[in-house]
């Protein structure tokens, strides 16, 4: 039977706009995604909902930098100080150490917005910390109950994660929820911990915090970087980095990706977990990979969901989902879902 952790605060965080394409254009990344599947899960009965622990600090300290996630913290009583105007919703960096800057942490909040960003679409605002740490307590918690639990773990996890670097925020992610389950799993004794990635676009961030180590596997099925976000991470020669070489795998595809391409992409995954070994499996689970996607370029339709969740139970490991991205907002529900009742089905 499923167990879904569900963080009511993430609706703390509701942005209203983001910039893309040169524009200011209304928010994709909103509480509405996980409301909608909060209620299908609700509806089906799909298996217990229950809220999160409260998070423990020192263990997103061991994914993140503290200086890093002070700031997050801290970020809105920043603003304020600086003189903002407290009715401000949505907030953006516009500055970066870039190539011949020096990259020094400065003290303004604008500064430290770049210093700590790596994009100008991730909007901030006066709710954005409660929401951040809720969903990273659900995605802690979601590990405790996979370590005493006979069947998989959901942890519905808002703000998503996947994108979220040690030091930096940006692709609407804060903290690595994926990253902090699966550090949580190896630090109640697993030897292995497997990160499957099936979002449409690259985990850059939990690549980059396990990418030197060789006790936790990231693969990630997504579109060619070279065309998509997050354009600087995401290539097929991306293997790892010292001890860690080996341990990544990054299999990028083309835009129009249907399933039978997706799927021998998945059968190449699978196969490395299997070979892996590892005593659990974390699936960052996004479904923007659906054909109507408002901002992604794959053609998965609704009853491919349904299989690739059959296919995920293949490996038959103890198996932890946190839900990542998916904008299609109508369909995010189904689609979801469809990936969970596909897993326990088979």
């Known amino acids: 039977m499923l167990q879904t952790i569900y963080p009511p605060d993430h609706a703390l965080h509701d942005p209203q706009v983001e910039l893309a394409d040169g524009k200011v254009v209304p928010a994709v990344e909103v509480p509405a995604r996980v409301n909608m599947v909060h209620k299908g899960l609700q509806s089906e009965g799909l298996g217990s909902i229950q809220g999160p622990e409260p998070l423990d600090r020192s263990l ?29 919703h949505d907030v ?12 020094r942490r400065p003290r303004h909040i604008d500064g430290l917005m770049g210093f700590y960003s790596f994009d100008a679409g991730t909007p901030m605002g006066p709710g954005t910390w409660a929401a951040v740490q809720a969903s990273a307590a659900c995605a802690q918690t979601g590990a405790n109950r996979l370590l005493s639990s006979d069947g998989p773990v959901f942890a519905l996890c808002r703000p998503p994660g996947h994108h979220a ?32 990635d099936v979002d449409y676009h690259h985990g850059n961030g939990t690549q980059a915090i396990f990418e030197a180590q ?12 070279r065309d998509e976000y997050p354009y600087f991470s995401g290539y097929a020669d991306e293997f790892g980095i010292g001890e ?3 341990s990544t795998l990054n299999l990028p595809l083309p835009f129009g990706t249907d399933w039978v391409s997706y799927r021998s992409a998945l059968g190449h995954a699978l196969t490395t977990v299997r070979h892996f070994g590892p005593d659990a499996l974390i699936i960052s689970l996004g479904v923007d990979t659906f054909y109507d996607d ?4 794959f053609a ?7 299989r690739m969740g059959a296919d995920l139970a293949s490996l038959k490991l103890p198996t932890l989902f946190v839900f990542e991205g998916g904008y299609a907002v109508e369909a995010l529900a189904g689609n979801t879902l469809g990936v969970l009742k596909g897993f326990l089905d088979a």
């Open 60 to 88: 997103v300290e061991r994914v993140h930098r503290a200086d890093y996630v002070e700031f997050i913290e801290t970020f809105w009583d920043l603003w304020l100080a600086s003189g903002r105007d407290p009715a401000t």
């Open 92 to 103: 953006f960096p516009f500055v970066w150490p870039a190539s011949g800057l020096k990259g």
């Open 165 to 196: 670097m040690p030091s930096g925020y940006g692709g609407y992610c804060f903290l690595n929820n994926a990253a902090i389950a699966a550090q949580s799993l190896r630090d109640a004794g697993a030897q292995k911990v497997a990160i499957l």
């Open 214 to 225: 060789r006790d936790v596997l990231f693969v990630s099925i997504h579109a060619d970087p």
């Open 244 to 246: 860690g070489e080996g």
């Open 294 to 297: 408002p901002i992604s370029h």
């Open 300 to 306: 998965l339709q609704c009853d491919d969901f349904v």
